[in-house]
């Protein structure tokens, strides 16, 4: 339905895109993911119509975004990041004129307006001012005007960002729901709740696809590394960190420079570090072995499970590590 | 066309639910009447409405910018007009929808000082050229100024910023007869062709003015020209045109 080639998107001289290219097919749920400031917005922007793409090829159901710019519009709907309300219309009166710029005519709005209203559970607020809507309900208008028109695909920025967390619960659910009879792609930076929605995760940071993947295979992939943590008596960090990486099953070893490993590190006098090292080997043991060897008093030694938020931060703060 | 009028009657409601109509619509009636008030209450003064003229088309250097300066800043704030530019519309659709709302406005303040007529009428025997010319050229110079109001605030998401560079361009316009006044030749000449029409003449009681040099002192003294006609048109598309571009070029952004 999406089909992204090799696109890139600059703001002037600054890039914002780099050569992404992907495709979300038909009935497809796609997890936009990325920290603040990645290219979630200006990707879905380039989608949604609202700006051409500086190189590359976008189609929506087989229209180009920039050549058959108002088929793509007709076929898509938008909740963009910020949600976009008219605040002194009443709910109803707001759907019933998004509906019409969307080209629905009047009975069409007349038969699937209730229909809207009841999915989103905006019932007893149809005639209450958009402006007295709490941020919660006023979600809910954003994406009730971005399924009325019964489009084909759904383009969603970030739809929990900044309501509380019963309702993200509920809007979550309800995205879940809409999944099951549209295309969709929803951006987040949230992990957990694109995991909890869609089958498939697209990591994106720096402007640049970083993974592309289901959210458990995500997982899986990464897990070519067990975290240990270790802290140590006696040793110097450069000397300990060149005795972990001489064995063999060990990818990588630094400092841990977590302020509250740091404190307490230096009231009881040990250094803490965090060594990376491939799965299913005894790298623990191996481990243990070199630190003893080494004279030095070992005083903890845990691996960490990883969890996606860490799958994420590894994937998008990686290179700002190892500089 | 659709689209068009769907927007037009969205904007007009939204002139309704707001003070704005009914405050920019009392102060029109009220400095309109004064006007004409102050340009027919004397003993031998002519039955004419030229006194109404002047003051409209001189308020409107300010009424029409501030009719028109919520329509497109506001969708800016409010991040709506990323919704109309994601629905299936073409900006020309939403820019002829917003004008047709804002000069519906006004022509109904224009229909409801039609009193002022009816008082001519009742109370002296005016001469109906110029009053119907007058009527004329007052619809266009508002479309013109409206025009220019809708450019403004297609410029920035701050409605102030859209009066004031509104207002701003409609006052040059109005006073470029003090600059065409110290230059000769066809820089003069052509300075003067763009003459808007208002002039400050207006706040002389004996008189009432309309710039004299400008495209409305035909339209008051019962003359209809085909040339003030095109201008008041061309301003009028032009800066439709120039919304309609500002629009797209947000686009390429």
Known sequence: MIKIEHMSKNYGPYPAVIDVSFEVLKGEIVGFLGPNGAGKTTTMRVVTGFTPPTEGEVTVGGYDVVSHSLDVRRHIGYLPETVPLYLDMTVTDYLTYMGEIRGMNGSWVQERLPKVIDMVKLGEYRNTLVGRLSKGYRQRTGIAQAILHEPDVLVMDEPTIGIDPIQVVETRELISNLGEEHTMLLSSHILPEVSAICKRVLVINDGRIVADDKPDDLSEKLQHAERIEISVRGAEAPEFINSMREISSVIDARSDLRASVVQKSEREGFSPFIVDAKPNVQATEQIAKSIINNGWGLTNLTPLPMTLEEIFLELTTEENLDE | ?253
Do not use: C
């Open chain 2, 1 to 253: 066309m659709r689209f068009i009028s769907v927007i037009a009657i969205k904007e007009i409601r939204t002139y309704f639910a707001s003070p704005m109509a009914y405050v920019v619509s009392a102060a029109f009636l009220a400095i309109t009447g004064f006007f004409f008030v102050a340009s027919v209450s004397d003993a031998f003064a002519e039955a004419s409405i030229r006194g109404y003229l002047a003051g409209a088309i001189f308020f409107m250097i300010f009424m029409s910018p501030a009719l028109t300066m919520r329509l497109i800043a506001e969708e800016q704030k409010l991040g709506t007009l990323e919704l109309l530019l994601t629905s299936p519309l073409r900006e020309f659709e939403i820019v002829f929808g917003k004008f047709i709302a804002a000069f519906a406005m006004t022509l109904i303040m224009i229909i409801l000082s039609l009193y002022f007529v009816l008082v001519l009428f009742v109370y002296g025997d005016p001469d109906i050229g110029p009053l119907l010319s007058g009527l004329l050229g007052l619809t266009m110079y508002a479309g013109a100024t409206l025009a220019v109001g809708l450019f403004a605030s297609s410029l920035s998401s701050n409605q102030i910023v859209g009066l004031v560079v509104g207002s701003g361009i409609l006052t040059a316009l109005t006073i470029i007869d003090f600059v065409s006044a110290r230059l000769s030749g066809i820089a003069s000449e052509v300075l003067n062709a763009f003459q808007l029409g208002a002039s400050f003449s207006v706040f002389d009681l004996d008189s009432f003015g309309v710039a004299e040099g400008g495209h409305f002192a035909d339209f008051a003294r019962g003359i209809i020209s085909v040339t003030d006609i095109a201008y008041y048109i061309s301003i009028t598309a032009v800066f439709l045109l120039l919304t309609v571009l500002v629009l797209e070029a947000r686009r390429w952004r």
